[in-house]
């Protein structure tokens, strides 16, 4: 039986997080506050700083024929931030910067050009290259197979994720990972935030740009938006599960890793507190979270989502349910904001949307698709942990991504990177101390990458990277430097000055 938080404690819970966001920061913290083995790194993936992308047998991933069709901008990764040639320079920049960790992703199609069959000896060379390095330099590498970025040869032969055969293909993917990097790779994530790539299929606006009239924002020429998004989450569900039992089967006793699934989050917080609004919002939350977390925890979706989707969302048999139950040994969680809901029923009338909200990011100031900086607002990342440690038994969660957008400028005086790093690790830190089981917080990004909406129009990074120079120099900000600081206990963070001076409570319900 699915687990769902009545209205009434859902209320009560929103209200919590509300008064613990003005009470709960008037206190200095610093890496000492944290336990000793509390993960702390950054990150990165493949198509999004590697380059090199038609060099030593790599092919096309879904994601290069998306840049290349130039939907939201004209920036590729064909070159990047070629961290296929220059990952030792990186490395020594992590090493210096007191990184624990660093996550990347794996380039399917560098590995195994044609989806399956053969490994590319220079793809297996690379990735070995750059773990070893890793390694050496004492920073513990978290591994995720695919990012949005599965070969277009299985795109073109199947359609990819809409097909169940890509079940079987990914095993083998994975399988290849497991028995050549296993040995030093201690932390797996098989698909990057299942719960957004699904909706990508809805409205087309990530690879593999599918969708349908009259969902879809691009021009379209496949897909079917109604079902798709249900199926794709299905099978990366089912491929979790057989990736699990597989790595539980032949290697994690050898091994000793682990092995999970990131999941993207936002705090939702209901428009008004009436009755539809606060329904409307948890009927959010199990459509974004509860939509993959509810069949690894409890082995099927949510009861919300089966009875608005009907025969359009499948169905697991009783062994697929068990199989997919518990199929994992940490969540990843990916965080940059909150959202208000509010109830739309005109959109549940006319079948426009099944989560039937209107999810009001204009009213909270900002936009995700422009190059604006996201508000402070730390107690969401907190609620986001207190949400799965009450709805989903508090499992072992590392944020995985985290960080602040920025227009991409040549000033290295991030300042406002800086805030938001001190007020996100404060309010980790928070969650922790109300019992959060989480264990590593990893800022996003490591370098300055093409991000997938905005090209290199936006920044994350802690590292900016000049595209204009034909070494690609690299030049640590003034957030790298913090963090730095930090990681190696030289610095405290007075969470009360940050969290008063840029924390805007006013969006909130009253």
């Known amino acids: 039986m699915t687990k769902m938080l009545d209205i009434s404690l859902y209320h009560i819970f929103v209200l919590c997080i509300i008064a613990v966001a003005g009470i709960c920061y008037a206190t200095e913290y610093s890496r000492n506050d944290f336990p000793v083995n509390f993960i702390f790194g950054s990150g990165t993936t493949s198509y999004q700083v590697e380059g090199a992308a038609n060099e030593d047998g790599r092919t096309a991933s879904i994601w290069d024929t998306f840049a290349h069709a130039g939907y939201s ?95 079987e293909d990914f095993i083998q993917y994975a399988d290849v990972c497991f028995k050549e990097f296993g040995d030093r790779v201690q932390y797996w994530t098989p698909v990057n935030e299942p719960n957004i790539f699904g909706r990508g299929y809805d409205e087309g606006i990530v690879p593999p740009q599918r969708c349908s009239p009259p969902f879809g924002v691009t021009n379209c020429t496949r897909g079917n938006s109604s079902t798709e998004p249900y199926l794709v989450v299905h099978h990366i569900l089912l491929a979790q599960a057989s990736v699990v039992r597989l790595y539980r089967k032949n290697y994690q006793a050898k091994q000793h890793g682990f ?77 940059y904001y909150n959202i208000r809901i509010k109830d739309n029923p005109v959109s549940l009338l006319t079948e426009l949307r099944d989560y039937s909200s209107d999810q009001a990011l204009q009213m909270m100031g900002y936009d995700p698709m422009t190059d604006s900086e996201f ?41 406002p990177r800086v805030e938001y790093l001190q007020a996100y690790i404060g309010g980790v830190l928070n969650a922790m101390r109300n019992g959060s089981n989480t264990r590593g917080y990893f800022a996003w990004s490591f370098l300055d990458v093409l991000e997938l909406f905005n090209g290199f129009d936006t920044a994350y990074g802690l590292v900016y990277v000049d595209i204009d120079d034909p070494e690609l120099k690299r030049y640590p900000k003034l957030s790298a430097h913090w963090y730095s600081r930090f990681l190696n206990g030289k610095t405290k963070v007075n969470t009360d000055q940050v969290i008063k001076s840029k924390d805007n409570l006013s969006h909130l319900p009253s």
């Open 259 to 335: 092995i999970g699934l990131s999941i993207y989050t936002s705090f939702n917080v209901p428009y008004t507190y009436t009755k539809q609004d606060i329904i409307a919002t948890q009927r959010a939350n199990d459509f974004l979270f509860g939509w993959v977390l509810e069949p690894l925890v409890f082995g099927d979706y949510p009861k919300i989502m089966k009875q608005n989707a009907g025969s359009r969302i499948p169905s697991f048999t009783k062994l697929e349910s068990e199989m997919v139950k518990g199929a994992f040994d940490f969540i990843g969680v990916i965080h």
């Open 73 to 167: 901008h004209e920036d590729t990764g064909d070159i990047a931030c070629d961290q296929y040639d220059k990952y030792k320079e990186d490395v020594k920049l992590m090493a210096d910067m007191g990184l624990d960790a660093y996550r990347f992703s794996i380039s399917w199609s560098r590995l195994i050009p044609n989806g399956r069959g053969p490994v590319n000896p220079k793809g297996l060379e690379y990735y070995n290259n750059l773990i070893n390095e890793l390694l050496k330099h004492g920073i513990q590498p978290h591994v995720t197979l695919v990012n949005y970025d599965h070969p277009q040869a299985l795109e073109d032969e199947y359609g990819g994720w809409v097909s169940r055969k890509m079940v």
């Open 375 to 415: 508000p402070i607002n730390p107690w969401g990342l907190e609620g986001v942990l207190e949400y799965i440690k009450q709805s989903y038994g508090n499992p072992p969660v590392f944020v995985y991504e985290n960080g602040q957008r920025m227009p991409r400028i040549s000033s290295l005086e991030d300042t």
